[in-house]
């Protein structure tokens, strides 16, 4: 899946794609806020 999304989005910074992967598959079922995801993982909202 990362190689297809790298490609697809140009993803340039692996560390935050994978943090953000790791937050989205433990917080599933539960309401996406994406000021937390900012807040708790350090990154810009556009990055988000």
């Known amino acids: 899946m990362e190689k297809d999304i790298f490609f ?7 560390e935050k794609f994978r943090n953000l992967l ?3 598959s433990l917080n599933i079922g539960s309401m996406l ?5 900012m807040s708790e993982l ?7």
């Open 22 to 24: 790791q937050y989205l």
């Open 33 to 37: 806020e994406v000021s937390s995801v």
């Open 8 to 14: 697809f989005l140009n993803v340039r910074h692996i």
């Open 42 to 48: 350090k990154m810009d909202f556009r990055t988000v």
